[in-house]
């Protein structure tokens, strides 16, 4: 099973390279339900998942997203999504929740949030922004 869609809006390239060619870095991937969009452009990823239950197969599914967040040069980039059976053995995948509540933002601008596995980082950057009037 394959997609296929256009990957458009606005990615911003930080290098300053005309050339669009493999100028885009994957900043994460889910695999889930379903997303909402809101109205201020903020989404919500409903029921993330890396495992499928069924009674027997073949099996029907009722929903399965993939939701992509990349950045660099701007333009429209051709995506290609399939699925396919792998006859190997991953490793278990486990999750963790950090949760900062209340956050306290001092002011506006771009934060990043660093996490650090067993010396392997990942980094994350969110805009703080003053609401629309």
């Known amino acids: 099973m394959s997609r296929k869609s256009r990957l458009g809006g606005r990615l911003l390239d930080k290098g300053g390279s005309e050339n669009m060619e493999n100028k885009f870095t ?3 991937a889910h695999i889930c339900e379903s997303t909402i969009v809101a109205s201020n452009g903020n989404f919500s990823i409903i029921n993330i998942f890396n495992q499928i239950t069924a009674e027997s197969f073949p099996a ?3 929903s399965l997203t993939v939701v992509l ?3 660099g040069a701007e333009g429209e980039y051709e ?3 399939r699925i396919k059976k792998v006859v190997e053995e991953h490793p278990a995948v486990e999750q ?3 949760n900062f509540s209340p956050l306290m933002i001092n002011s506006a601008g ?3 949030i660093a996490i650090s596995v067993s010396g ?3 980094k994350l950057l969110f805009e703080a922004k003053n609401a629309p009037k």
Do not use: A, D
Request: proline share 5%; no cysteine.
């Open 60 to 62: 029907v599914h009722p």
């Open 96 to 98: 963790l929740f950090v």
């Open 120 to 122: 392997q980082t990942k």
């Open 79 to 81: 995506v290609n999504v």
């Open 26 to 28: 994957f900043e994460y």
């Open 110 to 112: 771009t934060y990043e």
């Open 69 to 71: 967040g990349v950045s």
